[in-house]
């Protein structure tokens, strides 16, 4: 029997064990010849089809279900190699950092530091959350829209002036 997106739409769990049957393992290998980390790969099946079932009701009916399924593994693989930038990010900053036995340049560097995060706390408190959220958590425009019910502009908009304001603070 072929399912359509309508019957997971409707909640029919047989048509979503059929498309996950249908969808596990060419989501996997697609995923891992982009990823190259079999962790990523699984963990982008895994999440994809969560998001589908939790977000079935705005399934079209119009466009071909593996279109749309591999649409929501696109959207969540860069979700995750973004976050996972950030993070290996911030974490060879701190690895760095403890590398260096320079007491003095530690202390210029501290005293830099926070000097942005007085600059940043001096921002209004929406732009600041939203500041924090992209620059600081490595959420994306859309994942900050949706969780403040603002739109990507905005966000775009209240980081670009974050940014203005942080640069001309700091320029002092």
């Known amino acids: 029997m072929r399912y359509t997106a309508q019957d997971i739409r409707l909640g029919n769990m047989a048509a979503f064990r059929m498309v996950y049957q249908m969808y596990h393992q060419k989501l996997y290998f697609f995923t891992l010849r982009h990823v190259q980390s079999s962790y990523v790969a699984e963990e982008t099946v895994q999440l994809t089809f969560i998001r589908l079932w939790e977000r079935r009701e705005s399934l079209s009916p119009d466009v071909p279900l593996g279109q749309q ?21 911030h974490t060879g900053m701190l690895s760095e950092g403890m590398e260096r036995e320079q007491p003095a340049f530690d202390l210029d560097r501290k005293q830099e530091l926070e000097r942005v995060y007085l600059c940043i706390e001096n921002l209004s408190p929406v732009r600041r959350h939203v500041f924090r959220m992209s620059r600081l958590e490595g959420w994306t425009h859309k994942q900050i829209a949706e969780a403040l ?17 942080l640069r001309k603070a700091l320029m002092l």
């Open 69 to 89: 399924v591999f649409r929501i593994a696109k959207s969540i693989m860069i979700d995750l190699l973004r976050k996972q930038y950030v993070r290996e990010r």
């Open 149 to 165: 019910s603002i739109s990507p502009r905005t966000v775009e908009n209240h980081i670009l002036r974050a940014v203005h304001q």
